[in-house]
Nanobody, 123 residues
Framework: VQLVESGGGLVQAGGSLRLSCAAS????????MGWYRQAPGKERDLVAW???????NYTDSVKGRFTISKDNAKKTVYLQMNSLKPEDTAIYYC??????????????????WGHGTQVTVSS
């Protein structure tokens, strides 16, 4: 299974970016997908999360500004980021809890990470 992220970049404060993360491989189903971020010198923290059933969860600092959504057919999760602030600057990582199909046809739940995409917000 691979997670491929896209959409990061440099934007001025108040601007918007949209991150995408596409999952591919021997996927039976996706239990949940989400985004974490890690700023320089800080720990990796949860930004937003969406379950297979569509329930969402956001860290307080992004509520009202960020929206997480998904396209089940494309196995893709999106993070629409509006009203960006300099403190949103970080590497954003996609994470997924995926039920995979093993070669013997057994099903296993596994946790996967993308390589990260840089988001820089200038003041």
């Amino acid at each position: 299974v691979q997670l491929v992220e896209s959409g990061g970049g440099l934007v001025q404060a108040g601007g918007s970016l949209r991150l995408s993360c596409a999952a591919s491989g021997s996927i039976f189903s996706i239990n949940a997908m989400g985004w974490y971020r890690q700023a320089p010198g800080k720990e990796r923290d949860l930004v937003a999360w969406i379950t297979g059933g569509g329930r969402t969860n956001y860290t307080d600092s992004v509520k009202g500004r960020f929206t997480i959504s998904k396209d089940n057919a494309k196995k893709t999760v999106y993070l629409q980021m509006n009203s960006l602030k300099p403190e949103d600057t970080a590497i954003y990582y996609c994470n997924a809890d995926i039920r995979i199909i093993a070669p013997n046809a057994a099903l296993y739940d596994r946790d996967y990470w993308g390589h990260g995409t840089q988001v820089t917000v200038s003041s």
